[in-house]
């Protein structure tokens, strides 16, 4: 088969117009999301708390006020708290998507989601919950994140929200040590 010009000119452009598409996808020197497999103790999904976390230079997790059955991730970007995550166990007869409903409304637009016993999720956060049994009593685990700005696209990100919660409700509640 014999190489003409034109095809030389393709086998050269077509891998070099591939490359400019990827990096203009990928912000082109704008920070990447961070990936973020465990942090305050307790392991995550990299690929949905680091699209929930804005981007940055630096990234810290601080988990100073977690106690047992009390668990609390502050996620600061560049020294700034930007994402909050809380795990609480709480007695059964206690309903946290009513206690929390004014939070819920201060997070933006509330709706319940199919997660876990229960779940809201809103423009900036939500809250998922499901029954469980902690020290041999039957008590309920409450998930909830707030502070969450990114994406930028609303919808996306309530949908990545209802992911991240329907993911780390079973992996928080397994790390506090309330079973199922």
């Known amino acids: 088969m014999k190489t003409t010009k034109g095809n030389a000119l393709r086998s050269v452009v077509g891998p070099a117009l591939l490359a400019a598409l990827i990096l203009g996808v990928t912000g082109c020197g704008s920070p990447e999301a ?3 497999s465990e942090a ?3 392991e995550f999904d990299p690929e949905l708390i680091g699209r929930l976390i804005p981007k940055g230079d630096s990234l810290k997790s601080d ?4 106690e047992p059955k ?6 600061a970007v560049d020294g700034q708290d930007r994402v909050g995550l809380r795990g609480d166990v ?3 007869f206690v309903k946290p998507l009513e206690v929390k409903e004014s939070v819920m409304l201060r997070l933006g637009n509330p709706a319940s989601a199919d997660i876990g016993d229960g779940a809201t999720i809103a423009d900036h956060g939500g809250m998922a919950l499901k029954a469980c049994t902690y020290n041999g009593e039957k008590m ?3 998930l909830s994140i707030d502070g969450v700005e990114d994406p930028k696209d609303i919808e996306e990100r309530r949908r990545i929200l209802g992911d991240f919660l329907r993911s780390q409700l079973p992996v928080a509640m397994e790390a506090e040590g309330c079973r199922p």
């Open 40 to 42: 305050c103790g307790t």
């Open 63 to 66: 988990d100073t006020f977690s």
């Open 90 to 92: 709480v007695e059964p």
């Open 140 to 142: 309920q685990y409450v």
């Open 34 to 36: 961070f990936k973020v």
């Open 70 to 75: 009390q668990f609390r991730c502050e996620f």
